[in-house]
């Protein structure tokens, strides 16, 4: 029985991707622009700093 080498397999990866384009790098690029837009609504860095700078009246 043998095993089939990546090398094998290369040439039929390849005519797919001719044919259809690279559908794992396009995924793999939408959920590194999805981690990113996540993490930048998620950063409540700038909304600290601001209240930091603009402290709330206490005692009224």
């Given at each position: 029985?043998t ?42 860095s ?15």
């Open positions: 029985m095993t089939a080498n990546k090398g094998d397999l290369s040439p039929i990866y390849d005519s797919l991707i001719a044919e259809q384009g690279d559908v794992l790098a396009e995924a793999r690029e939408a959920a590194e622009e999805i981690q990113r837009e996540a993490a930048e609504a998620l950063d409540w700038r909304i600290r700093s601001a209240q930091g700078s603009h402290p709330h009246q206490q005692g009224e």
